[in-house]
C-alpha cells in the first residue's frame, strides 16, 4: 500500500459504490483494467451496481446472474463476497472482494419474495429509492417528498429479516427518516456527502447524517464533483476530505466510509446509461456540458484522501476506520457470520 500514510499498515479498504459492471446498463467495456486500478491502490472490497431502478425482474437477474458467473470464472482475481470473513480472505490472497447492489428497488416490482432470492445470490445492499420516485418511497429529486410508502415500510422489514444492507443514498429526505425510524439494523448511506459543506439535494442534511449514525450505519463519501462544490468539477483529495471531516466532526469517525462512485469511462457511460436514463437527472445539470464532462475520483484518489486526512489531524486509527474499518463493522453487524 504504497502511497498511504505511515502508520494504516495493511489496513482494509473498501468502495462501497463502484456504479459500474461486466453486464447489464452499467457495463463498462474495460471492466477488467477498472478493477485492476482498484487492486493496485489498496482497495480490497468493492460493491458493483447491478442495476438503477430497472423495472425488469428478468433483466435485472440475468444481470446478476451473468456478473456473478463473470466473477465466479476469475477465481485468481476475485472473491465474491458472502460474509465478512471472505473480505479478510480476499486481503490476504491479493485479491478484491466483490459484492452486488442494487440503486433503487424497481428490480423487485414489488415482490417481496425475490428479496431473499437476491441476497442469497450476492446483493448485498439494496438502495430503496434512485432520485425519483418508486415502489418504495421518493427519491431525492421529488417536488413532493412523500416519504417511504407502506410497501416501502415492508421492504425494509424484509431486509431486516434476510439480513440486506438496507440503504437510502439518492432518496428523499422524509424517505431516508423513516426507513432509519423503521429499520431494526443499521442503514448507510453507500455514497452521500455532506449537504452542509455543498448544498446539492444529492447530499444529506445533518438530521439525515446524524439519524444513520444514531442506527449503527456509515455515510460513504463520493468522488462526484457535481455533489462536491460549486466548482462541480473538483474531485480532489481535498474537498472530498473536508466532506469526510465534516460528517466525521459531526457524527464521529465510526460513522463515516468511502463509497466513490467512480466511473472510469466516462463517456460510454454518459452515451450508454446517463443520456438514456434522463428522466431521472431532471434536475442538478448532471449531464455533460459543452465544454466539460463530469469529473469522478477514481482509486488512485483514496491514499492522498488518507494523506489530507492526516494533514487535518484525524489519527491513524480513525482514519483506518474509514477507509474501512467501518464498513466491515456495519456488513458484519447486518451480514453476522
Known amino acids: 500500500m504504497s502511497e498511504y500514510p505511515k502508520g494504516l499498515g495493511d489496513c482494509i ?62 477465481p485468481e482475481k476475485y ?40 441476497k442469497t445470490l450476492g446483493v448485498g445492499h439494496m438502495i430503496l429509492a434512485y432520485n425519483t420516485r418508486n415502489f418504495a418511497g421518493d427519491g431525492c429529486h421529488e417536488d413532493a417528498d412523500g416519504g417511504l410508502s407502506a410497501f416501502g415500510r415492508t421492504l425494509v422489514e424484509e431486509m431486516n429479516r434476510v439480513r440486506m444492507v438496507v440503504d437510502v443514498s439518492h432518496t428523499s429526505y422524509r424517505t431516508s427518516m423513516e426507513a432509519i425510524e423503521h429499520s431494526s439494523a443499521p442503514v448507510i448511506m453507500s455514497h452521500s456527502n455532506a449537504r452542509a459543506v455543498f448544498d446539492h439535494e444529492r447530499n444529506i442534511s445533518d438530521d439525515q447524517a446524524k439519524a444513520c449514525a444514531q442506527s449503527g450505519g456509515v455515510i460513504g463519501i463520493n468522488g462526484v464533483g457535481l455533489f462536491l462544490s460549486e466548482a462541480r468539477y473538483d474531485a480532489s483529495p481535498q474537498i472530498i476530505a473536508r ?27 454518459l452515451d450508454n446509461f446517463a443520456n438514456n436514463n ?60
Not at 255 to 263: A, E, F, K, N, R
Open 79 to 118: 472473491i465474491l463476497v458472502e460474509r465478512v470473513a471472505d473480505i479478510y480472505r480476499a486481503k490476504a490472497e491479493n485479491k478484491l472482494a466483490v459484492n452486488l447492489h442494487f440503486q433503487g428497488s424497481n428490480g423487485l416490482l414489488g415482490d417481496l419474495n425475490l428479496v431473499e432470492a437476491y
Open 243 to 269: 466532506h469526510a471531516d465534516y460528517l466525521a466532526n459531526l457524527v464521529g469517525p465510526d460513522h463515516v466510509g468511502l463509497g466513490l462512485d467512480s466511473v472510469d469511462d466516462i463517456p460510454y457511460f
Open 13 to 74: 479498504v473498501c468502495d462501497m459504490t463502484f456504479p459500474q459492471s461486466p453486464v447489464g446498463p452499467l457495463y463498462t467495456p474495460d471492466f477488467e483494467g477498472a478493477m485492476d486500478k482498484r487492486v493496485k491502490y489498496g482497495v480490497t472490497f468493492t460493491s458493483l451496481t447491478i442495476a438503477s431502478d430497472e423495472p425488469s425482474v428478468s433483466d435485472v437477474f440475468q444481470w446478476v446472474a451473468a456478473a456473478r458467473r463473470h466473477i465466479l470464472e476469475r
Open 278 to 337: 434522463r428522466e431521472k437527472y431532471r434536475k442538478g445539470g448532471y449531464l455533460a456540458s459543452k465544454t466539460k464532462t463530469p469529473s469522478f475520483a477514481g482509486p488512485n484518489i483514496v491514499p492522498p484522501i488518507a494523506a489530507e486526512l492526516e494533514t487535518i489531524g484525524w489519527s491513524m486509527t480513525d482514519i483506518e476506520k474509514i477507509l474501512g474499518g467501518n464498513w466491515l463493522r456495519v456488513l458484519q453487524t447486518v451480514w453476522g457470520d
